[in-house]
């Protein structure tokens, strides 16, 4: 239904800082939560953070609360990810997804998916 771009990954030193852009295309993302989300090799894909569709509402996993900021821009179709205070531990590919649910942290509950962009940081 709707298509997703990631991207603004890279390379970065710990400490360091790295804003993803998630761009849509298809159906516009007004109507949708939209979150991000990460998996590193070999562990399970987690919630990161959400932004309500009012753009005021936003949400955290506790390992990146101070840190990460998201935000969106309805007019421009996009979904941005501000991380700052990078660690080793961020390293993983990350994923932007739109929800027709509230306040989910599940990403069984986020229908399209984009394809990832790799976010490495170097201790």
């Known amino acids: 239904q709707v298509q997703l771009v990631e991207s603004g990954g890279g390379l970065v030193q710990a400490g360091g800082s790295l804003r993803l852009s998630c761009a849509a295309s298809?159906?516009?993302?007004?109507?949708?939560?939209m979150g991000w989300f990460r998996q590193a090799p070999g562990k399970e894909r987690e919630f990161v953070a959400a932004?309500?569709?009012?753009?005021?509402?936003?949400y955290y996993a506790e390992s990146v609360k101070g840190r990460f900021t998201v935000s969106r821009d309805n007019a421009k179709n996009t979904v941005y990810l501000q991380m700052n205070s990078l660690k080793h531990e961020d390293t993983a590919v990350y994923y932007c997804?739109?929800?027709?649910?509230?306040?989910?942290?599940?990403?069984?509950?986020?229908?399209?998916w984009g394809r990832g962009t790799q976010v490495t940081v170097s201790s």
């Open positions: 932004i309500h569709r009012s753009g005021t509402i936003t």
């Open positions: 298809g159906r516009t993302i007004s109507s949708y939560t």
């Open positions: 997804a739109t929800s027709t649910k509230y306040m989910s942290r599940s990403h069984d509950d986020f229908e399209s």
